[in-house]
Each structure stands twice: as C-alpha cells, then as structure tokens.
C-alpha cells in the first residue's frame, strides 16, 4: 500500500478543511461499499465534520447489523464543500447519486483498490493490492490518529470480509489480517460480521443459484450461465437483481479457468459477473466492456436482449483461456 504518498496527505489535507462530506459508493453496493461508507462516515463525523452518506440504492438487509446505514440516502441533494467517492473505478458507476451540475465543481477524493480505476478525482488513493477500500479507510484512519470505535470497526471489518470472502482470496495478506485483528480488539465482532455479511442469504437467492447451477454450460474451460426476467418470475424470486452466487459457485469447479453470469436487469439491459481463477485477469475483459473491477472478480453492463450480450463477451473470455 501506499504507492503515492503524495495522494495520502493531499486527501488528509482534503479532509481535515472540509466542513461539509457527501461520502458516496457505487450501485448495487456490495459490503465493502457500505462498510467503507459507513466506517468513513463515522470516523469523520467524530472529527466534528457534518458527513452525509449516499448510494444510488439502498443497502442490502443483510447489513442491518450496522449502526448507521438507515443515514445512507438515496439522494445527494445539498450543500457540501467536499465528496468522497468510494470503491469506485469509474464516475457511471455512481449511477443517479452523482449529480454532475452540482458535485462536478467539488473537490473530490477517490478512495479505491481497483485496478481498472480511472484516477478521475481531484485526488486519487488508488491501492490495488488492498484486499478492500475498508483496508484503505482504515489505513488512513491511522495515519490522522483517528480513534477506532466498535461502529467503525465493524463497518470496516465487513469491508474486508466481504471483498475476501472471509481470508480466502488471492488479495489476501498478512496486512489484510493485522487490519482484521486491529479491528476485532477494537469491538468488531468477526464471527457475527462473517455469519451476517457472507454466510445468510434469503431461500430466494437458494433457488435462483440451483436454477442457475442446473442450466450452466462448460465450454472448454469456461463457465458461464443466464439469469433471465422470466427465469425469476417463474421462480417466484421478488430479488430483482443478483446472481444468488452463482459466478462465485461456478468457479470453485476444477474444470473451470473463467466463469461468467449473465443477469438481466428489469431495464432490460445485462449485468455480467466475471471470476478468474489465479493466474487468468477478467478485469481487462470488464474495462474493454465499460465496467471494471479485479483480475479474480470484474463486471460490466451490456445493453440486451441476453442474447447479444453472450455473443459480445464468451468469445472474448475464450480468448483470455487461450492467450493466458
Ligand atoms: P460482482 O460480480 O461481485 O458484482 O463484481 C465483482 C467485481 O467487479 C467488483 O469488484 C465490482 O466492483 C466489479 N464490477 C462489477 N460490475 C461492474 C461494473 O459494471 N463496473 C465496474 N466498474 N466494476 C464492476
Ligand atoms: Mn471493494
């Protein structure tokens, strides 16, 4: 971490002046949107500083748990004299919440580990070997002599579970685990965050994932399956978004290199989840797409009908098995 010093004092500079913070995330926010929203939110607000906290959608109920997400609005309305934009690689990836007539002339922080980031904040933390933007926030915490509190603790220890799936993935390190431990002694509770945030999830998503999983195809080393509107009304599935899963699934198989899921939106248009095993890089793939993300786990969004979508993307990803 830390790969230009320079950007870490000027954001602590940015901070410390600022009066007013609208700290924002990306859409369909995952639990390192929120845990390093709402880990910020806290510890800024402890500074004095008025913080208004904002996403295109609400959280996940999943996230219930921590104090505060009820504040995360779903308007970004008001006067503020700086923004904070969080787990982020791109501005269309804020959705609605970025209103570019009235946030355009902030000054704006970025605070990031995604590779495909595009540096488009006044100032840039951009750390890809974080595990997570809550492992950032907190490291910068820590350099402002911030005081952890149980609520900022468990907001970034959901961060950092979540974006790892609890320490197993290939952007764990062992400073990813002195943060985990510096969070749990003070007051994050890991079991409960990791049952919470990871392992619950609704009968809903259960079947969603069982349809899924009975329908993917394998081609060569390649893994992918489509979630379709009507798949989910026959279902009887009220989650109108997400994949239950199923991308995560469909990699843990041996026989798999590269998976891919394919979900379409009420709006018509197709999200598409990307998992790489070691060694393979979707996030190039979710760049040249319009999305983003990590070498192990990217997405982009497509227009429809499903069908174009999976002609545009599977022989893209066929490449990456064969040029890898
Ligand atoms: P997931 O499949 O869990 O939704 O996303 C995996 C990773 O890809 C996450 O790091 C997420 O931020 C990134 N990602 C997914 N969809 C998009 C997208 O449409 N745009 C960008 N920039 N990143 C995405
Ligand atoms: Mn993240």
Redesign the pocket.
Known sequence: MLSNPSAWADAEGLLRRAHAILAVT???P?G??IGSLMGLTHALRGLGKTVTPACQDPPHPRFEYLKGVHDIRQSAEGDFDLLVVL????L??LGTIFLPAQHGRLPMVVIDH?V?NLNFGTVNIVEPTASSTAEIVLALLKKMGVPLTPDIASALLTGVIT?TLGFRTSNTTSNTLAAAMELMQHGAPLPEIIRRALVMRSFDSLRLLGAGLSSAKLEGRLAYATLSQKLRRELGVQEERG?GGL??TLITAYEVDVAA?FVELTSGEI?????AQPGFDV?QV??EF?????AA?????LPGPMRDAVNRVIPRLKRVIEET
């Open positions: 990306h859409v369909s995952d390192d949107a787990d982020t690689s791109d269309a990836r995604h495909t974006d994949d991308v995560g899921v999200e598409i989840g990307l998992r996030s979710a760049l319009g999305g983003g993300g990590h786990a990217a997405g982009c969004t």
